[in-house]
């Protein structure tokens, strides 16, 4: 059996195997379409297709045929908050009569059609595009271009502008930065399913604090002006418009009085006569789904109002239905994630129910009456696929082996991609009916001699899975990897991998690239421990609510908790215990270390937020509230209290030009600890942003974790 050698984790061939991304169903269901990077490259990804009748798969479009060129600094930023990486060809949508696809690459638009096999460059005019799209009937293109939103009629390449103010702070059809990296809604614009009209968010930053960031590079630094909303300060002022084609008039819709709100998500009925969109309250405790009709915007009805005493999460489980007036919604209303059927005439039905957790709504197919869904009704660690009647009633599971499932569906019939991970098997993308039954592999990713993964998979392994009581009793789920040849006569070093903080979670039978540095780690005689503290997500509002209004307390208490259970365990070398994560899990490092250094030896925090008054306003607000309300709170939640107590062994690291956590929240903890005169480690990545992306940023800072590790524990 091979060793795993850091160096091996993220090169190339992929240790993961053929794992292909963008997964699509063809509307009319005879395709399945992938990314897929090619094998001297895992990064670079052409277009692949494989026939649903015959399973024969092969390239669709090579992405040499297209101009593959730099980004412009506003689609960078908007790949990092999709978490989208990579060369080639990186995004593609289909034609609804699945004989054209919509291809973006570098700031101009390419139209294949699947016909005559034509690529053709479409005149989109002078200047980048961004956020483009095919009209729901594929007669019109659409995109986004210097803060304006523009349509071209594909039958004549004529190009229309659809607002003509954007520019400066005046931002049309586009996302603001909080609705991106906070609230999921990656674009500003949603076209009417007739193609009638356009509606469109226009936003004015002008109020929101000018800030000048550095982004450090090895060759110099790059001085970036942002409108950054930090928490307790201005949002940017948002309103909703409906433009429509015919003739380019637009009606404003009356939002209400109270203009310092949110407007995360916005969606048309079948009609396309009539508009939702969803009111957000700056504190996050009111959410109203509301409906406008096109021919008067000054006059909103409330189709549900959800409330809260903390904060209410957003979703995307909003399915209005065409057979009858009733929506499909998801709700936390009885403390876990459930669907309700809804009628416009405010009739409600609750569809799941029990103490477990939805996750999304993945098709309703109104011609059988099912709703298709994924969650946790099975067990917590592991997401399956089921189904509930539209009428009500018993609820089917439809994936069946143990891991994590997620789907993609056919638009016109109930047949889906299953993609499926777990601890023991990479991802692997197969094609099933609606009752489950497999009928095709698309990539069976089979972990054989040929494999990536086979020279090192003997030595891969396994957790055990268990669970603790926090202190007010709730459970907390934890998994425990022990090392390679594991004796217990012998006692081990721990590393504590966390991340701690809200719609996350760790405790998943789940493949995950996070998990070749635990095996690393488990080669090299450490065991490997991570525990779900209270806030973390798919365990129902009481088990997240516990951290409203102070951060860092009830989650370092729960992994504290954990570290007594650990020290119970006679092959646990119990004064010799380390805590590692990044991001929310870097701040839960810092904060573990200097608030319980009698149960933390080291600490390795990467890209931490350590002043929450430092991070932006729908992240922050939501769990602390606005600082004025709540200063105590902000103040506790800091690193900055507690740095008295740090003793010893911490090592921090950071991305120079970070645009998500900045560079600041590190630097700041850097000058508290040289003015304490506590002596501890940075590393620093010139050009690096928060994801820490590159394989060889990821060979240093992994050598440089392991040699830590091994120096402080061992």
């Known amino acids: 059996m091979t060793p795993l050698a850091i160096e091996r984790l993220y090169d190339s061939p992929a240790l993961a195997g053929k794992s292909p991304r963008g997964l699509k169903l063809s509307p009319d269901g005879k395709r399945v379409t992938y990314l897929a990077g090619r094998k001297d490259n895992q990064h670079f990804y052409d277009l692949w297709q494989m ?85 729901p009937k594929g007669q019109f293109v659409s995109f986004v271009r210097e803060q304006n939103l523009y349509v071209l009629e594909l039958s004549t390449n004529k190009v229309t502008a659809m607002t003509n103010d954007g520019g400066g702070a005046i931002k049309n059809a586009m996302a603001e930065f909080v609705a991106q990296e906070e609230m999921g809604r990656m674009t500003g614009y949603w076209w009417a399913p007739d193609e009638s009209a356009i509606a469109y968010t226009r936003i004015d930053e002008s109020a929101v604090e000018l800030v000048t960031r550095n982004e450090i590079y090895a060759d110099g630094i790059k001085l970036t002006e942002q409108r950054y909303p930090y928490a307790g300060k201005n949002n940017v002022a948002v309103t909703l418009g409906i433009v429509t084609l015919k003739d380019g008039k637009v ?50 009805t409330n189709l549900v109002e959800e409330r809260s005493d903390a904060w209410i999460n957003l979703h995307n489980d909003l399915r209005f239905l065409k057979q009858q007036e009733s929506f499909i919604w998801a709700s936390e209303r009885d403390g876990f994630n459930h669907l309700y059927l809804i009628g416009l005439d405010g009739q409600v039905k609750q569809l799941t129910s029990g103490d477990w957790t939805v996750d999304a709504v993945e098709l309703v197919d109104e011609q059988a009456g099912w709703v298709y869904f994924t969650g946790r009704k099975t067990i917590v660690t592991e997401k399956h696929l089921y189904r509930v009647p539209l009428t009500g009633g018993d609820i089917e599971r439809i994936s069946q082996r143990s891991g994590m499932h997620s789907t993609v569906f056919a638009d016109k019939e109930a047949i889906y991609l299953d993609y499926f991970n777990s601890l023991s098997q990479p991802p692997q993308i197969s094609l099933h009916n609606a009752t489950g039954e497999h009928l095709a592999w698309v990539e069976q990713n089979k ?52 991340y701690g903080g809200p719609h996350a979670q760790l405790v998943v039978n789940s493949w995950s690239e996070h998990d070749y540095f635990t095996q690393y780690l488990l080669q090299q005689g450490f065991i490997v421990f991570q525990l779900d503290n209270r806030g973390s997500a798919h365990r129902g509002t009481q088990f997240e609510h516990v951290i409203y209004k ?9 992994q504290k908790s954990g570290v007594d259970y650990l020290r119970s365990l006679p092959f646990v070398d119990g004064d010799n215990i380390a805590l590692y994560g990044h991001s929310y899990g870097g701040y839960m490092a810092l904060m573990g270390l200097f ?31 606005h600082p004025e309300k709540n200063a105590k709170g902000y103040e506790a939640s800091s690193v900055f209290p507690y740095v008295k107590g740090y003793q010893s062994g911490l090592l921090m690291y950071h991305g120079m030009a970070d645009d998500n956590v900045l560079f600041e929240n590190s630097t700041k903890v850097y000058k508290a600890l040289q003015d304490e005169g506590k002596l501890f480690q940075m590393i620093d990545y010139p050009g690096s942003k928060h994801s820490m992306r590159g394989n060889k940023v990821r060979t240093h800072l992994y050598r440089s974790l392991a040699d830590f590790l091994e120096r402080e524990l061992k």
């Open 550 to 558: 102070q951060l860092g307390e009830a989650e370092v208490n729960d």
């Open 447 to 498: 972990v054989d001699k040929q494999h990536p993964l086979y020279p090192f998979f003997g030595q891969w392994q396994m957790p055990e899975f268990g669970h603790i009581s926090a202190e007010d009793g709730q459970a907390l789920q934890y998994r425990l990897f022990k090392p390679t040849n594991f004796s217990a006569d012998k006692k081990y070093p721990v590393v504590v991998r966390v």
């Open 51 to 135: 026939d649903v009748a015959t399973g024969k798969q092969s390239i669709l479009l090579n992405a040499d045929k297209l101009t593959i060129g730099e980004l412009s600094d506003e689609e960078k930023a908007r790949r990092e908050r999709q978490r989208i990486y990579g060369q080639g060809i990186m995004e593609y949508f289909w034609a609804k009569d699945s004989k054209a696809l919509l291809i973006p690459a570098s700031g101009v638009l390419y139209y294949y059609s699947l016909t005559d096999g034509k690529v053709n460059l479409l005149p989109t005019g002078e200047g980048f595009v961004t956020d483009a799209r095919l009209s």
């Open 595 to 625: 608030k319980a250094p009698d149960y933390f030896k080291a600490a390795i925090s990467g890209a931490p937020v350590t002043d929450w008054a430092l991070y932006d306003t729908h992240y922050t607000e939501r769990y602390l509230s």
């Open 251 to 300: 009606s404003w819709v009356d939002l209400g009085e109270e203009q310092d709100i949110y407007l995360p998500r916005v969606k048309w009925l079948p009609d396309s006569q009539r508009l939702s969109y969803q009111w957000q309250s700056r504190d996050q405790q009111t959410l109203d789904l509301r409906l406008v009709s096109v021919d008067n915007t000054k006059v909103s």
